[in-house]
């Protein structure tokens, strides 16, 4: 399963933390030349918990995902990507049960400021410095509930990439349409997320959430999501901005999904249904699977 391998990578220190990740290798040389291994393992599975769980049942959570995470094959041997996004209260537990482990935590939003009169924020700076690894930018309900606009979005990409945060960017049309005008609108919105940068970005997860399909009973078909994430793909790859890349689905991603995303995505972005740390286990599974069906 291909990544978006533009840059040779450096993998640094224990599992869980802050000195866990991926730095770009000071010799820059083409991985596509050298044959260097670069990103995450095969497939990417995360996790939002939204503000479902309170602290403890997060604690708990956390708990089982590492001890599932632990004992799954394609985690174990680097071929899954886990990264759990509590809330910023629950954070730092989250990190502590994390340590030494597989599971990667992120946080679910950050402010595009690194300090100064922001009641309420957190900055990428204070997020880098408890150890987080990735951040949510630019999902549906922050952008509707919250009127984080395009620029403000670009604003965070960039705080998040200063920070040496890997954004996990969400994307997708509001209205379901066709296949064009779904690209045309998932297209955009990286464009514009792009558009503040101020140097390279050396990773970035790009999450395809079709907003009509987020909370729905299905997701989108997978014909519509393969063709979206393989533009989305496209777009990455030829940003000499990017360094690297991965894109997933979200929206009502569950049982199935992985397999039906073949080749064309890297992996999922779970909500709800993942908040049983059961169903999360199927999904490892179903991702080992399918790797070992990958040429």
Known sequence: MARVPLRCRL?????????????ACPCRLDPRVV??????????????LKMYLGHEET????????????????????????VILPTFVSLEAALQIAVGTPVQVGAQNLYWQDRGAFTGEVSGKTLDELGCRYVEIGHAERRSLFGEDAETVARKVEAARRNGLIPILCVGETERGDIDQAITASLGQL???????????????VAY??????????????AHVRAVCRALRAAVFGDS??????????????????ADLGNDADGV?????????????????EGDSREHASP
Do not use: C, K, M
Request: zero cysteines; hydrophobic letters at 40%.
């Open 11 to 23: 993998r640094l220190g224990g599992q869980g933390g802050r000195d866990h990740r991926v730095r």
């Open 59 to 82: 604690r708990e959570w956390a708990q089982a995902v590492v001890d599932i995470a632990r004992t799954d094959p394609g985690v174990r041997d680097g071929r899954t990507t886990v």
């Open 209 to 222: 959430e079709p907003v009509w399909a987020i909370g729905a009973q299905t997701p989108a078909e997978p």
């Open 241 to 258: 901005r990017i360094g690297g890349g991965t894109v997933i689905y979200g929206g009502s991603a569950g049982p199935g999904v992985l």
């Open 191 to 205: 464009g514009s997320a792009l558009a503040l940068l101020s140097a390279p970005i050396e990773e970035i997860v």
């Open 35 to 48: 044959g260097v291994s670069v990103g995450h393992g095969n497939t990417f599975i995360g996790v939002s």
């Open 269 to 285: 972005f779970l909500g709800r249904f993942a908040h049983d740390p059961e169903a999360l286990r199927g999904i490892l599974v």
